[in-house]
Nanobody, 120 residues
Framework: EVHLVESGGGLVQAGGSLRLSCAASGFTFEDYAIGWFRQFPGLEQEEVACISNTDTSTRYADSVKGRFTISNDNAKNTVYLQMSDLKPEDTAVYYC?????????????WGMGTQVTVSS
């Protein structure tokens, strides 16, 4: 059974940093891609970033390029999202998602999410 557990969320001031973790189990980690999505208070969703565990290729939303970095540790079956220079508009619930590649990532397996709140 696929299991994704996010951690690392919390309350931070604008300009601060957080690192989110996504611990995965129940599938062959190296054969999958892991993405981070966020859901804003108004329920709009956005794909934040995605990484292929096969070739470590990545992609980012324009809104986070240069501020967020996605990385993986195949030995730990974990994907990280390093978030820097956080802004109040980054406030959302962050979810990690697993699928065979980044192109269909939103249709994959979702974790339960972790709340990130950025105060101004």
């Amino acid at each position: 059974e696929v299991h994704l557990v996010e951690s690392g969320g919390g309350l931070v001031q604008a300009g601060g940093s957080l690192r989110l973790s996504c611990a995965a189990s129940g599938f062959t980690f190296e054969d999958y891609a892991i993405g981070w999505f966020r859901q804003f208070p108004g329920l709009e969703q956005e794909e934040v970033a995605c990484i292929s565990n096969t070739d470590t290729s990545t992609r980012y939303a324009d809104s986070v390029k240069g501020r967020f970095t996605i990385s993986n540790d195949n030995a730990k079956n974990t994907v990280y999202l390093q978030m820097s220079d956080l802004k109040p508009e980054d406030t959302a619930v962050y979810y990690c998602v697993a699928d065979h590649n980044c192109w269909g990532i939103k249709y994959g397996y979702w974790g339960m999410g972790t709340q990130v709140t950025v105060s101004s």
